[in-house]
């Protein structure tokens, strides 16, 4: 309903927002900007998830934050309110350690990341360098003729938030994949976290970094692509037509709603607003009609008051 229109639903009749929302059974929501920010729950989202999972619809968080392990995003879900369950959530963490597990990965991961990736490698049993600051001791001539060191086997590297990036991480990395059969994954591509008054880069800033000096694109495990949601969609879980997935970014959320076939929800608590989304419209390019979302509301729980 409303293929990408951009619809305000608050300026829908009442009558005509009822029927959307049962115009779908399972919902795929982005978690920063959509039902929390940092560590606090956005006003009505607690109350709204809840009431989708009490009549019956299902819920998935779909996160594209690599530094947190899916337990312990559950753990704050639940800490926060949500009714939540482990096989609810979705993380780029732990898609990355299974995509390495699905093909049989025997040799070493250099990490730039977080323990929220390491620990998902643990539960797999897959053997990495670990992670933590790595920063430079003093001149780059005594980094490159004394400091630095790359260890042996490694077969892949995954790119994920890492706020102690640093020039030998960086250095290291892009020497691991100097090796073209060494795997090169990143959790994803977001270019800044939602915040008032400060841009925080996003793990999409570190990830463009790496592929600039390895000379190499990465394999991105996180939305837009569908790698992230395919096993629900091959297993039967959710029925794309009939699945709605709620973001507050469009390059991320919204296109892969788009990439997968899914009613797409865009909320503004979050990154972008209908001004961006004007601008893809009056573009558009191919490109910009995929950003596009078939819904709009200013915040997920303007909703509530319609079920
Ligand atoms: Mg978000």
Redesign the pocket.
Known sequence: MYKQSATNLLELPEADVKKWLNSFDSILT?????VWLFNNPIEGAVDTINKFKEINKKVFFCTNNSTKTRPELLEKAIRLGFKMNKDEIISTAHAAAAYLKNRNFNKKVYVIGSEGITKELDAFGIEHCGVGPDPISSSLNQFVAEDLKLETGIGAVIVGFDEHISFPKLTKAASYLDDPECIFLATNTDERF?MPNYVIPGTGSIVRAVETCAERDSILIGKPNPNICESLIRDGIIVPERTLMI???CNT?ILLGTNCGFQTLLVGS??HQLHHVKAWMDDGSEESKKLIPDVFLPKLGDLLKFM
């Not at 982005?30 to 959509?34: L, R, T």
């Open positions: 982005d978690c920063d900007g959509v939602p973001g507050d970014r959320d979050g990154i």
